[in-house]
């Protein structure tokens, strides 16, 4: 659990523990609580805002209520397959650019990295509290305005994906990313931070590629 605070506080102190251990599956369980909590809390807004969706497509009736608890058997499944497909390109990003490490230091790295989404997601869930369930008309006021979004917010939901995308807790996440790379590799701060960037960039195009009206 320390190395959970170390990475907000002191990251030096998680890389150097990445090296001697592997136990990435601790932040997944912490960004699998957060997700299920937040899922939880918004569930009745969410529920709402697709049924609405669904009768202006010209669908009718209520979401089945199994439907309504699939979201908590495959937001898990669906976190460990992002760590699992972000952290193999990674590893094999941080080969390209001379890293010698295993893949499994890469699932450690990107997954103590993500820590910074579970400040996020908590905040939020604080902001749907304080906004009130009935007062979420849209999934775009189920989210803390943390990045360009907050300057810019098209209705064009490819740029909105984009705008929202450049923000600061993914920003911090990338920069722990080449940090945490270059101190677990040993190669360069620069290689290491084109790495970065380069899956920074990736990361972004996949939130434009699926990116949804909201």
Same mark, same amino acid.
């Given at each position: 659990m320390g190395n959970l605070i170390n990475i907000i506080i002191e990251p030096g102190k998680t890389f150097e523990y990445i090296k001697e251990k592997d136990d990435w599956w601790i932040p997944f369980l912490g960004l699998t609580v957060v997700t299920l909590i937040f899922l939880w809390v918004s569930s009745p807004a969410l529920t709402r805002i697709m049924t609405q969706k669904m009768a202006e497509m010209g669908g009718g009736g209520e979401i089945p209520k199994a439907a309504k608890y699939i979201q908590y058997v495959v937001a898990p499944?669906? *976190? /460990?397959l992002g760590l699992l497909?972000?952290?193999?390109?990674?590893?094999?990003?941080g080969n390209v650019f001379g890293a010698d490490w295993d893949y499994i230091k890469a699932l450690d790295l990107y997954a103590y990295a993500s820590v910074v989404q579970i400040i996020r997601s908590l /905040?939020? *869930?604080?902001?749907? /509290?304080?906004?009130g369930i009935p007062n979420i008309t849209t999934a775009r006021d189920m989210e803390i305005a943390t990045?360009?979004?907050?300057i810019f917010s098209p209705e064009n939901p490819k740029l909105y994906a984009l705008f929202s995308g450049i923000e600061v807790f993914s920003i911090w996440q990338f920069a722990l990313i080449t940090y945490g790379v270059s101190e677990i590799t040993g190669i360069s701060k620069k290689k290491a931070a084109i790495t970065s960037i380069i899956l920074y960039v990736l990361f972004l195009g996949f939130?434009?590629?699926?990116?949804r009206g909201g």
């Open positions: 499944i669906a *976190t /460990l497909l972000v952290s193999l390109i990674l590893w094999i990003l /905040l939020n *869930t604080a902001i749907l /509290l304080v906004r990045g360009l979004n907050l939130n434009v590629i699926f990116a």
